[in-house]
């Protein structure tokens, strides 16, 4: 199967591998695209682009630091929601650890302490979402250089990544819920689309993008929702032409979407 993109982004995804393979050579298993590209659903304004890289032996504070500052001058040809990028070494995969171990992070949520070099480049860290990744890389990823997906990346337990998916979810939530009580606001396009995304999977096991799961959630959901999920794919599919949406149907959708998904939590 063949990504289908731009021409550009095949440059930036290049340009993205050759960086590793420079830099770690013999060290370097493979890295591997996964999330909104992968699955044909880019928003070139509020999608980043989604990679995780695999290698054999932990990295050194210095090449954590230099693949950093490779990464924040690549960023800036990235979309605007940046690249987000975690690197792993083969033995967290093997058994499958949950919350993931990794050894570095990259997303437009921490470039500014890379730019400032205040990151944190030696503690131990943890990623409930890497359990998300994987089960997306292994249904719908693309192998941009090395290994093959299924010859790395280990079965995710359901229970897992409903897991992972439920922390997500109670997030945007909260967020919604200390939202605005005026009669309209703008729609929440990541929260609302997410929720339908993790309830696909709940009701039908469907692995979905964030549009397929606003469309299936246009299908599935009670009608009374039906203008909320509208605005969301309207506003996923082409920024800025979604109208606002009604304050308190929206929060009454995030409490019926996380309260379902709460309820399916292991």
Request: hydrophobic residues 40%; negative net charge.
């Amino acid at each position: 199967m063949e990504l289908k993109t731009s021409d550009w982004m095949k440059d930036f995804l290049s340009e993205f591998v050759q960086i590793f393979v420079e830099g770690f050579g013999k060290n370097l298993v493979g890295i591997y695209l996964h999330g909104s590209l992968a699955m044909e659903s880019l928003n070139p304004v509020s999608s980043d682009v989604d990679l995780l890289v695999v290698v054999r032996d932990r990295l050194s504070w210095d090449e954590k630091n230099g693949l950093g500052q490779r990464l924040l001058q690549l960023s800036e040809q990235a979309p605007p929601n940046g690249l987000e990028m975690s690197i792993l070494t083969l033995d967290s995969l093997t058994p499958f650890q949950y919350p993931t171990p990794y050894e570095l992070h990259f997303s437009n949520g921490n470039k500014e302490q890379f730019a400032q070099g205040t990151i944190d480049l030696t503690s131990d860290l943890t990623d409930p979402d890497l359990a998300a990744h994987f089960v997306i890389t292994k249904a719908r990823g693309f192998c941009l250089y090395g290994e093959s997906i299924d010859a790395i990346f280990p079965d995710v337990p359901r229970d897992c990544y409903l897991d992972s998916l439920a922390q997500d979810a109670e997030w945007s939530a909260q967020k919604i819920a200390q939202g605005t009580d005026h009669d309209e606001c703008a729609v929440p396009v990541y929260g609302v689309l997410n929720f339908c995304r993790v309830l696909a999977l709940i009701e039908q096991d469907l692995i979905t993008s964030k549009r397929e799961g606003g469309q299936w959630g246009l299908k599935n959901l009670p009608p009374e929702y039906k203008p909320i999920l509208q605005e969301a794919l309207k506003e996923y599919a082409v920024s800025g032409t979604s109208r606002p949406v009604d304050c308190q149907r929206l929060k009454a959708f995030a409490r019926y979407a996380n309260s379902m998904i709460q309820q399916s939590r292991p």
